[in-house]
Nanobody, 123 residues
Framework: VQLQASGGGLVEAGGSLKLSCTASGSTTFSLNNIVWYRQALGKQREMVAAIGRGGSTNYLAPAKGRWTISRDDAKKMGFLQMNSLNPEDTAVYSC?????????????????WGQGTQVTVSS
């Protein structure tokens, strides 16, 4: 199962962006947890937001009240709506997902990472 993150770009402080994470694969699969991470230049990667299969969510403290994570299981996609962006949010944002996939031999677990998308917030 492959993931592709998209939707990043350059935005002014106070602006908004909506990131998308699209999962694809050649076999039947289902997503369990979808997690967004970010890594700013010179800093460690940190978890930003997560959503479980049942819709439960968890956010990094700075994201609470500003951002919303969601998912569309029919489309195999996850989203991160980011509002009230500030320069400290500048980073490469990546998505991670786990789940199961099926083939003729059975069912298997997977954990995949998508290529990051750059978010730059100007002051």
């Amino acid at each position: 199962v492959q993931l592709q993150a998209s939707g990043g770009g350059l935005v002014e402080a106070g602006g908004s962006l909506k990131l998308s994470c699209t999962a694809s694969g050649s076999t039947t699969f289902s997503l369990n947890n979808i997690v967004w991470y970010r890594q700013a230049l010179g800093k460690q990667r940190e978890m930003v937001a997560a959503i479980g299969r049942g819709g439960s969510t968890n956010y990094l403290a700075p994201a609470k009240g500003r951002w919303t994570i969601s998912r569309d299981d029919a489309k195999k996609m996850g989203f991160l709506q980011m509002n009230s962006l500030n320069p400290e949010d500048t980073a490469v944002y990546s998505c991670n997902a786990d789940g199961v996939y099926y083939d003729s031999a059975g069912m298997y677990e997977f954990n995949s990472w998508g290529q990051g998308t750059q978010v730059t917030v100007s002051s």
